[in-house]
């Protein structure tokens, strides 16, 4: 069985920083993403990235956010600088490959006040 679990999140002020870690099983050969969802909307695709350590990122936290990977360890990591309230969310990772994309953890909370 596949396994995505997130750890990390927590309260911080605008302008502070997080780093989320997920331990996510046999991720060495698969492409990876970050999502996050606010209450009562989707998931949104922030951050992916590829087997080959290629990143791309969503619009609004490109500059900001970093996502990276340890294929030795099976952990995938988000480090969010500068953070603003519309940040807040749930966060999950997830693999990207359409196969495996209907797994899902238990998400960390991340909330940033004003």
């Known amino acids: 069985q596949l396994q995505l679990v997130e750890s990390g999140g927590g309260l911080v002020q605008a302008g502070g920083s997080l780093r989320l870690s997920c331990a996510a099983s046999a991720i060495t050969a698969e492409p990876m993403d970050w999502h996050r969802r606010v209450p009562g909307k989707q998931r949104e695709l922030v951050a992916s990235?590829?087997?080959?350590?290629?990143?791309d990122y969503a619009a609004s936290v490109k500059g900001r956010f970093t996502i990276s990977r340890d294929n030795a360890k099976n952990m995938l990591y988000l480090q969010m600088n500068s953070l603003k309230p519309e940040d807040t969310a749930v966060y999950y990772c997830h693999y990207s490959r359409p196969v495996l994309s209907d797994y899902w953890g238990q998400g960390t909370q991340v909330a940033v006040s004003s």
């Open positions: 990235i590829t087997s080959d350590g290629n990143t």
